[in-house]
Nanobody, 125 residues
Framework: VQLQASGGGLVQAGGSLRLSCAASGRRYTGYSMGWFRQAPGKEREFVAAISWSGGDTYYADSVKGRFSISRDNAKNTMYLQMNSLKSEDTAVYYC???????????????????WGQGTLVTVSS
């Protein structure tokens, strides 16, 4: 299983970006996904998670109301729409998925089995 994150870049504070995460190599359907991020000098932290159907989502308090997670299972792709970006959102963003399961996975990295390589988001103030 491979996850390919893309869409990062440089944006001014208050701007928007949309990240994508394409999954390939999966033999079975039914898995939840999530986004994490790691800022310079900090540990990786949870950002958002989504169930297999997309009907259940969960967000870190720091991004609630500004970020929106979604997925298109026909395209095996997950998205993270990021609005009203702040300088503190600057980080490498990683996508992750579970091996199986249809409910929203937890906020801990231990619940996720596969990880993408990360895409850098830089927000200038």
């Amino acid at each position: 299983v491979q996850l390919q994150a893309s869409g990062g870049g440089l944006v001014q504070a208050g701007g928007s970006l949309r990240l994508s995460c394409a999954a390939s190599g999966r033999r079975y359907t039914g898995y939840s996904m999530g986004w994490f991020r790691q800022a310079p000098g900090k540990e990786r932290e949870f950002v958002a998670a989504i169930s297999w159907s997309g009907g259940d989502t969960y967000y870190a308090d720091s991004v609630k109301g500004r970020f929106s997670i979604s997925r298109d299972n026909a395209k095996n792709t997950m998205y993270l729409q990021m609005n009203s970006l702040k300088s503190e959102d600057t980080a490498v963003y990683y996508c992750a998925s579970t091996f199986g399961g249809t409910i929203v996975a937890g906020t801990s990295e231990q619940y996720y089995d596969y990880w993408g390589q990360g895409t850098l988001v830089t927000v200038s103030s």
